[in-house]
C-alpha cells in the first residue's frame, strides 16, 4: 500500500506558491473551505515515488505567523493543533528569490514550531537577469534545512522537492530563535510553567487570537494567564522579536547571497513610470475596463447563442422522441431549460475570471490599488476595495471575501456593503437577453450600441457603489487608524498554466455551484406551474372550450388560450397574479413577477424561470429570446418594450437578489444588521429607480 | 526630526526610529526597522499613499502611517 505523506505548502503572497501547488498536483486538486468559515481550502495530490504519495494543503498567502487576518489565523491554527487531521508531517515554505529576506521572516518562524520545514527558492530562472548568487550549502547549514531552487515557469525542481519530501525525516527541528534572547525573565518564567511545550508555540498562543481544538484549550487558558502584560508591552515584545528574527536573517544572507545591482536591468522602475503615471496611469486603467468589458460582450456573444439554440433543440428532440407524460415534461420544460440557464452564463464567466486572473497574476492589480486609494478614501473605501470592486464582477461573494484584507475597519465595512452593487456575472445573462430584446443592434461612433449599453450598466453599477458608500460612510463614527499596507510586486508574464487551472477551477465551481440552486428552482418552478388547486386549473379545457363556444378560434389559437389560463391558474401564477400589483408600476406582469421571486434564490434563476414558464405548456421549442420577443399584454403590446426593458434591468441592477451573499456577508460582518441593512437598502433604491424609469419611458 | 513623509520622489534615507505604539507590525515585518535604506519610488497624485522601496522591498503606504517613522538623510 502507498504511504501517504501530508504536506503543507506555506509562503507569503507572491511568491509562486500557487504554481508550485499546480506543479506539483496538476489537475489533481479540489477547492473546498475550512470547516464553519469561508477561507478557501485547497488540496491536492501527488506521487512522490513508487511507494509514496502525498496530500498537498495550499495553505492561504500569509506575511508572518502573526495573524492579521482570518485567512492567516487558518495557517495558525493548523500549525499549532497537532491533532487536527490536516497537520503536516512536512512544511515546505516557498520564497521568491528576489524578496529572500523578507520570505525569511516566515521561514524562521515556522522553523521555531519544530516541524520539518523545507525551503523553496522559487523563481530561480531570475537569478541570473537579476544578478543574484546564493551559497546553496551554506544557506542550508545556517537555516538547518533543506534549499531547493526552482523555476515552476521552465518546470526545474520539481523532480527534487519530491525527493526532498521523501526524505523529510532527514530534516533537522531545532529552533532558529532562542525566545529568551528577547526578554530573559518573561519567557524562562513562562517556559518554567510549561517545560515540556515548545516556546515559540506558547508564545503565539499568548499573542495570536485564534480558535483552538478542545483538548489543547485547558492549557492554553492557562498560559492566557500570561497575558497579564498590556498589550504594548506584548506589541512592543513581538517588535523585538521581528527585529530579532531578522538580525539572524541579514547574518545569514550576508554571507550566502549576494545581488549584484549594475546587473539588475529594472523593468519595474520602466513599467512603472507609465502605468502609474498621473495621468497616463488613469488612462491605461480605464482603457483596460472598456477592453475588457467590449470583449466579454463580442466574445462570448457565438458560444452563447450557440448554447441557447442547441437547448431549445434539445427539449425538442426530447418531447418528439420520448413518449408524452410526466417524466418527458419534467424533462423538456423544467430540467432541460433550468439547465440551459446555466450552461449559457460559461463563456462570460470563463472570460471574466481569465481577465481577473490575468490582472492579478501580472501584478498590476497592486498598481490599481495605488493610484485608486487617495481617491476611494473621498468615499469611505481604500484602494484595496478596488479589488473586492473588480472581482464583484464576476461574483460578489468571492469580492466580499477579499475585503479581509483591508485593514481598517470602517473601509472594510463600506467596501462589504456596497460591493453587490457592481455588476457581478449573474446579472449579465439578464443584461444580455434584454439589451438583446430593446436595445437597437446598430453602432454609435463605430461602437456597438448593445455592447454600450452593457458598459453603461457596469458603471452604473460602480457608481452606485461609491455613492452610496460616499452617503454611509458619515453615519461611521470611526476610531482606529487607518493603516494600509500594500506591497507593490514585481510585474510577472502571467504563467499560463496557473491561468489555465484559475479559470477552469473557478469556472467549475461556480457552475457547479449555482447549477445546483437553479436546476432545483427549474424544478420547483415547472411544478408549482404544472399543478393548480381547483377547477379552473383541472378543467381548463373545458372552461376555456366553452367560453369560446360562439368564438371561431382555430385548433391552434384555443390550445394556447388553454395553456395560458392553465398557467394563470396553477399554483405559480396565483403566486405571480399575487405581487403584480406591487410590480405594475414598474411596468412587469405577473409572469415576469414569478421570475422576480426566484430571481430571489439568485438572479441568474431569472432567464431559466422565464424560459421555464414560457415552455410549461407550449409545444415548439424556440430559443428562450424569441418567445420574450413574441409575449403579448392584454392590449397587444408587446411586453419586453423599451420602457419594461429599462426598467428591468435598473431593477436587476440594484436590488439585492442573492441569498447566498447575503449569507456571506453575515458571516464577514459577523451580524445579522448588516445584511439586513443591505437588503432594506437595496430593495428601495431597486424599486424606486425602475419606477421612475418605467414611469418617465413609457 | 525629519519624517519619512518629507522624501521627495528618488530620495534615499536611513531609517532611525519609529513610534512603536502606533506603527502597525505588519509593516516591521515588512522590514520596516531602525537601519534600513529606504527610497521613495513615486507618490500618487495628490502625495498619498507612497510607494517605497525599504531593504529590497516595495511597498505602498498611507501618508499618516509615513509620517510614523523617523528618517536620517544621508
Not at chain 1, 473551505?33 to 509514496?52: A, D, F, H, M, Q
Not at chain 1, 403579448?632 to 420602457?643: E, H, I, T
Amino acid at each position: 500500500m502507498a504511504h501517504f505523506l501530508k504536506v503543507a505548502l506555506i509562503g507569503n503572497p507572491n511568491t509562486g506558491k500557487t504554481s508550485v501547488f499546480n506543479a506539483l498536483t496538476g489537475l489533481n486538486q479540489k477547492v473546498g473551505n475550512y470547516p464553519g468559515i469561508t477561507v478557501e481550502k485547497k488540496e491536492g495530490s501527488c506521487r512522490l515515488n513508487r511507494t509514496t504519495k502525498a496530500h498537498i494543503l495550499d495553505l492561504p498567502g500569509t506575511y508572518s505567523l502573526n495573524a492579521s487576518s482570518m485567512d492567516e489565523s487558518v495557517v495558525i491554527e493548523l500549525l499549532l493543533n497537532r491533532n487536527n487531521k490536516d497537520f503536516p508531517d512536512v512544511a515546505v515554505v516557498v520564497t521568491d528569490v528576489e524578496n529572500l529576506k523578507r520570505n525569511l521572516l516566515l521561514f524562521t518562524q515556522i522553523k521555531d514550531l519544530e516541524i520539518p520545514t523545507l525551503l523553496v527558492v522559487n523563481m530561480s530562472d531570475q537569478m541570473k537577469r537579476k544578478g543574484i548568487s546564493i551559497e546553496v550549502e551554506q544557506l542550508q547549514a545556517d537555516l538547518g534545512t533543506q534549499v531547493i531552487l526552482t523555476s515552476m515557469r521552465h518546470q526545474e525542481g520539481v523532480a527534487a522537492l519530491k525527493e526532498a519530501l521523501v526524505n523529510y525525516r532527514q530534516l533537522p527541528t531545532t529552533p532558529l530563535l532562542d525566545l529568551e534572547t528577547i526578554d530573559a525573565d518573561y519567557f524562562s518564567r513562562l517556559q518554567k510553567t510549561f517545560p515540556t511545550e515548545s516556546l515559540y508555540k506558547l508564545w503565539l498562543v499568548i499573542t495570536q487570537d485564534v480558535n483552538f481544538s478542545s483538548l489543547e484549550r485547558k492549557r492554553i487558558q492557562a498560559a492566557s494567564d500570561f497575558k497579564v502584560q498590556s498589550d504594548a508591552v506584548l506589541k512592543r515584545l513581538q517588535q523585538k522579536e521581528t527585529i530579532k528574527r531578522y538580525q539572524i536573517i541579514n547574518q545569514t544572507l550576508k554571507q550566502t547571497y549576494q545581488v549584484d545591482n549594475d546587473a539588475a536591468t529594472d523593468l519595474r522602475s520602466r513599467i512603472d513610470r507609465i502605468l502609474i503615471h498621473k495621468v497616463w496611469g488613469y488612462v491605461f486603467f480605464f482603457a483596460l475596463l472598456f477592453l475588457i468589458f467590449q470583449s466579454i460582450f463580442d466574445w462570448s456573444s457565438v458560444p452563447m447563442d450557440f448554447i441557447d439554440s442547441s437547448f431549445a433543440q434539445l427539449s425538442q428532440w426530447v418531447n418528439a422522441e420520448l413518449p408524452p407524460g410526466l417524466f418527458t415534461s419534467l424533462l423538456a420544460e423544467g430540467i432541460i431549460p433550468g439547465l440551459g440557464g446555466i450552461v449559457i452564463f460559461i463563456p462570460q464567466i470563463a472570460f471574466l475570471f481569465l481577465f481577473i486572473s490575468l490582472l492579478e497574476e501580472s501584478g498590476y492589480m497592486s498598481r490599481v490599488v495605488f493610484l485608486m486609494d487617495r481617491g476611494l478614501r473621498r468615499f469611505g473605501l481604500s484602494g484595496k476595495s478596488v479589488i473586492p470592486l473588480i472581482s464583484g464582477t464576476a461574483c460578489a461573494i468571492p469580492a466580499v471575501m477579499a475585503t479581509r484584507n483591508i485593514e481598517n475597519w470602517k473601509e472594510r465595512l463600506l467596501t462589504i456593503l456596497v460591493t453587490p452593487f457592481t455588476t457581478c456575472s449573474a446579472r449579465l445573462p439578464v443584461y444580455l437577453i434584454l439589451i438583446s430584446l430593446v436595445i437597437p443592434e446598430r453602432s454609435i461612433l463605430g461602437i456597438n450600441a448593445q455592447g454600450l449599453t452593457l458598459m453603461g450598466l457596469y458603471i452604473l453599477g460602480f457608481a452606485m457603489a461609491l455613492l452610496s458608500s460616499w452617503i454611509l460612510k458619515s453615519y461611521f463614527k470611526t476610531t482606529t487608524k487607518s493603516y494600509f499596507v500594500v506591497e507593490m510586486p514585481n510585474y510577472k508574464m502571467p504563467h499560463l498554466k496557473n491561468v489555465g487551472i484559475t479559470v477552469l477551477e473557478k469556472t467549475k465551481s461556480f457552475v457547479t455551484e449555482a447549477g445546483k440552486i437553479i436546476l432545483a428552482f427549474s424544478v420547483l418552478l415547472w411544478l408549482m406551474a404544472s399543478f393548480g388547486p381547483g377547477e379552473p386549473f383541472t378543467k381548463a379545457d373545458t372552461i376555456v372550450r366553452e367560453a369560446n363556444i360562439n368564438n371561431p378560434l382555430t385548433e391552434e389559437a384555443l390550445e394556447a388560450e388553454i395553456a395560458s389560463y392553465r398557467l394563470e391558474h396553477s399554483y405559480i401564477g396565483i403566486l405571480g397574479k399575487a405581487i403584480e400589483p406591487v410590480i405594475r408600476p414598474l411596468g412587469y406582469d405577473w409572469k415576469i413577477g414569478i421570475a422576480l421571486i426566484s430571481s430571489f434564490a439568485a438572479r441568474e434563476v431569472f432567464v431559466g424561470s422565464l424560459a421555464t414558464i414560457y415552455s410549461v405548456g407550449s409545444e415548439e421549442e424556440t430559443p428562450i429570446k424569441n418567445k420574450m420577443a413574441q409575449e403579448k399584454r392584454a392590449n397587444g403590446q408587446v411586453v419586453f418594450d423599451l420602457a419594461t426593458g429599462i426598467s428591468l434591468m435598473l431593477f436587476y441592477a440594484f436590488a439585492m437578489q442573492c441569498m447566498s451573499t447575503l449569507a456571506i456577508v453575515k458571516k464577514e460582518t459577523n451580524s445579522w444588521r448588516w445584511p439586513l441593512l443591505q437588503l432594506g437598502l437595496m430593495t428601495v433604491i431597486a424599486y424606486v429607480t425602475a419606477f421612475a424609469a418605467y414611469q418617465i419611458l413609457s | 526630526m525629519q519624517f519619512l513623509d518629507s522624501l521627495e520622489p528618488g530620495e534615499h534615507a536611513t531609517i532611525v526610529d519609529f513610534e512603536t505604539e502606533k506603527l502597525p507590525l505588519k509593516l516591521i515585518e515588512m522590514g520596516c526597522l531602525p537601519g534600513n535604506k529606504v527610497c521613495l519610488l513615486h507618490r500618487a497624485p495628490f502625495n498619498c499613499p507612497l510607494y517605497l522601496e525599504i531593504d529590497g522591498c516595495h511597498m505602498a503606504i498611507r501618508r499618516e502611517v509615513a509620517s510614523l517613522i523617523e528618517i536620517e538623510r544621508p
